[in-house]
C-alpha cells in the first residue's frame, strides 16, 4: 500500500479538520484487501454495497475491480472526505441498519462487501440475508467469534440461533482469519472474513421465515434445558412435547444438538399444531 493511501496517513489528513478522532479500527494491509475482494468474487460491471467505508482502502480495491459501488456512511466527516478522495463513487450518508435498500441497491441484486463495525455486525448481516431479492453474496469482516458462531457445526460450544439462521438463508463459507496488526490502529480482538451466498428463497419447509426463527430462538432460549422446556415458555408445553414427537426428535436433546432440517421439521410440526387448535 502506498503511503498516500495508508490509513494513518490518511488520518492525519482527516483530523486537520475533524472535531474528534474516531474510534474505528482501518484495514491497512493490502494483501488482505485484495483476498476479500477476490474473496468476494466482484467482477466487472458488479454492483457492490459497501457498508462503512471508512477511508476508503476497500473502496479502490473495489473500484479497481470494475464494481459499481455505493456506500454508506453515517458518519459525516467521513462522508465529506470520501467524497473529495472518490468524487464518482455513490454515497448515502446514513446508518445502515434504517437506510432505504431500495435507495442503496437501485439495481439489485447486489453484492454486499464491508469492514463492518462490531457492535453492530451481526444485525447487519441479519438484516441483509433477509432481502436475497436485493443482495446475493455477503462479504463481510466481523470479529473472529461472531463468524465460528455462523459456521460452527451441531452440538460444539459455538453453535446456536445464528448459525441456524444463517443456514436456512444462504451457505457460509470462511475465507481468511484477518490478525490485529493488519489494522491502524490495532484491535484488541481477531478478525476474520466471511462470505454467505444467499439462497433465493429462505428453506424453512412450509412455514414462514419469521415463524422459523421464532422456534429457533426459543429453542435456545435455555441452552441447558431440553428443547422441550425451552420451547415451552414459547409455545406451552403440551403443544412443545407433541411437536417433537412428530419432528421425530428425541425429547430429551437439547437445541445445539439439532440440524437446520432437524429444525425445519420441529417449525412444521408446531405449526400444525397452531392450525389443528385454531
Avoid at 493490502?30 to 459497501?50: F, H, N, T
Avoid at 459456521?151 to 490478525?179: C, F, H, M, N
Wanted: hydrophobic share 45%; proline share 6%.
Amino acid at each position: 500500500m502506498s503511503e498516500e493511501l495508508h490509513p494513518a496517513v490518511l488520518l492525519r489528513a482527516l483530523e486537520q479538520r475533524a472535531r474528534k478522532r474516531f474510534g474505528q479500527h482501518f484495514l491497512a494491509r493490502p494483501s488482505i484487501v485484495a483476498r476479500i475482494v477476490r474473496g468476494a468474487r466482484v467482477e466487472e460491471g458488479d454492483e457492490v454495497l459497501e457498508i462503512g467505508p471508512g477511508l476508503g482502502v476497500l473502496t479502490r480495491a473495489l473500484l479497481s475491480a470494475g464494481a459499481k459501488v455505493t456506500e454508506v456512511e453515517r458518519d459525516r466527516d467521513l462522508a465529506a472526505f470520501l467524497r473529495e478522495r472518490e468524487p464518482d463513487i455513490r454515497l448515502i450518508e446514513g446508518d445502515a441498519m434504517t437506510v432505504d435498500l431500495d435507495e442503496a441497491i437501485p439495481n439489485p441484486p447486489a453484492k454486499v462487501v464491508a469492514n463492518l463495525p462490531y457492535n453492530v455486525g451481526t444485525q447487519l448481516v441479519l438484516r441483509l440475508i433477509d432481502v436475497p431479492e436485493k443482495v446475493s453474496t455477503i462479504t463481510v469482516m466481523l470479529q473472529r467469534e461472531v463468524v465460528q458462531r455462523m459456521l460452527a457445526e451441531p452440538g460444539s460450544r459455538t453453535y446456536g440461533s445464528l448459525t441456524v439462521q444463517i443456514a436456512a438463508r444462504g451457505q457460509a463459507r470462511w475465507l481468511l482469519g484477518v490478525p490485529p496488526e493488519a489494522f491502524h490502529p490495532p484491535p484488541k480482538v481477531e478478525s476474520a472474513v466471511v462470505r454467505i451466498d444467499l439462497y433465493d428463497a429462505p428453506r424453512t419447509g412450509r412455514v414462514s421465515m419469521d415463524f422459523f426463527d421464532r422456534v429457533v430462538r426459543a429453542g435456545f432460549s435455555q441452552r441447558r434445558k431440553t428443547l422441550v422446556n425451552s420451547l415451552t415458555t414459547v409455545f406451552g408445553k403440551e403443544r412443545s412435547r407433541q411437536a417433537v414427537e412428530r419432528a421425530g426428535v428425541d425429547p430429551k436433546a437439547r437445541a445445539e444438538t439439532l440440524d437446520h432440517a432437524a429444525f425445519v421439521a420441529l417449525a412444521e410440526a408446531l405449526a400444525d399444531s397452531e392450525s389443528a387448535s385454531s
